[in-house]
T-cell receptor, first 113, second 113 residues
Framework: GQQLNQSPQSMFIQEGEDVSMNCTSS?????WLWYKQDPGEGPVLLIALYKAGELTSNGRLTAQFGITRKDSFLNISASIPSDVGIYFCAGQLEKSSGDKLTFGTGTRLAVRP | GAGVSQSPSNKVTEKGKDVELRCDPI?????LYWYRQSLGQGLEFLIY????????KSGLPSDRFSAERTGGSVSTLTIQRTQQEDSAVYLC???????????FGNGTRLTVT
């Protein structure tokens, strides 16, 4: 089945640093999404990307839909303690396969105070 | 408006017992999904309902797992003869049709003893 490789698996950063994580796929997606999950809660959508090459920002977050449609990255600028959590990428398959998302394995972010 | 609501939030059951998990999607959302998240892992797709179409059950791990969606709204995920490996957080999500982003509930944490 579909595989989404997300890296890094975990990272510690100093408050104020920039963070970068990425996601690669063996197949093409029409949509890339980035979610954040806090402990005890469901994932919350951060950014949605719908076109190859699209670069979208949401506050300190920036994400890009790779031109090959097989990858995406998420950048967080000037990290703060509340950025701690697990970040998931997700791809949505070709419409003929339905709308379900395939998720990456997550990047666990911890901030050093 | 209200988000996706799941109940119970926590469930502890004995091995071999049946359990039912409930999901109330966002009003007006025609698509409903169940995912499973094991400790420290990503999200594993289980089943997907879209309107009146036949559900996509391709992610159900065994015939002990089943799900229904009544009246195009509330969904129930049933696990029969629970096993310890069924212990996980079961997440429900809903979306508008056509590649709209998923909105997740906070999940049901199932523990099989």
């Amino acid at each position: 089945g579909q595989q989404l490789n997300q890296s890094p698996q975990s990272m510690f950063i100093q408050e104020g640093e920039d963070v970068s994580m990425n996601c690669t796929s063996s197949s093409i997606f029409n949509t890339w999404l980035w979610y954040k999950q806090d402990p005890g809660e469901g994932p919350v959508l951060l950014i949605a990307l719908y076109k190859a090459g699209e670069l979208t920002s949401n506050g300190r977050l920036t994400a890009q839909f790779g031109i090959t449609r097989k990858d995406s990255f998420l950048n967080i600028s000037a990290s703060i303690p509340s950025d701690v959590g697990i970040y998931f990428c997700a791809g949505q398959l070709e419409k003929s396969s339905g709308d379900k998302l395939t998720f990456g394995t997550g990047t666990r972010l911890a901030v050093r105070p | 408006g209200a988000g996706v609501s799941q109940s119970p939030s926590n469930k502890v059951t004995e091995k071999g017992k049946d359990v039912e998990l409930r999901c109330d999607p966002i009003s007006g959302h025609t698509a409903l999904y169940w995912y499973r998240q094991s400790l420290g892992q990503g999200l594993e797709f289980l089943i997907y309902f879209q309107g009146n179409s036949a559900p996509d059950k391709s992610g159900l791990p065994s015939d002990r797992f089943s799900a229904e969606r009544t009246g195009g709204s509330v969904s129930t995920l049933t696990i029969q003869r629970t096993q310890q490996e069924d212990s996980a957080v079961y997440l429900c999500a809903s979306s508008l049709a056509g590649f709209s982003p998923l909105h997740f509930g906070n999940g049901t944490r199932l523990t099989v003893t």
